[in-house]
């Protein structure tokens, strides 16, 4: 079982960086994937980041690819997304979550935090 938490949502003009993260509790093996999804108002959930924990193999989303880095503390305690030069369409929740067999795609996560809302806006 996997606890997730996220924190760090704020609100922040366009231009500007944030870095989300989320408190792991619980083991997280070496066949697990963890990721950053987002929800804006009114949209479906999308896949933004996501992070092998076997050998650190990363993915991103085309629109934060270039602007969006995941990457883990080193226990895996900790995940964490740095986000630069937002823009007001990043504004969502941003939820973190954890799939235990690392199926491909956005697949197959199973546990999930509460989220955490970014709002980008001048």
């Known amino acids: 079982q996997v606890q997730l938490l996220e924190s760090g949502g704020d609100s922040v003009q366009p231009g500007g960086s944030l870095r989300l993260s989320c408190a792991v509790s619980g083991s997280v093996y070496a066949t697990y994937c963890m990721a950053w999804f987002r929800q804006a108002p009114g949209k479906e959930r999308e896949g933004v980041a996501r992070?092998?924990?076997?050998?650190?193999?990363?993915y991103y989303a085309d629109s934060v690819k270039g602007r969006f880095t995941v990457s883990p503390d080193n226990a895996w305690n900790t995940l964490y997304l740095q986000m630069n030069s937002l823009k007001p369409e990043d504004t969502a929740t941003y939820y973190c979550a954890a799939s235990p067999g690392c199926f491909g795609g956005w697949l197959g996560y199973d546990y999930w935090g509460q989220g955490t809302l970014v709002t980008v806006s001048s």
């Open positions: 992070i092998q924990v076997d050998g650190g193999r990363t």
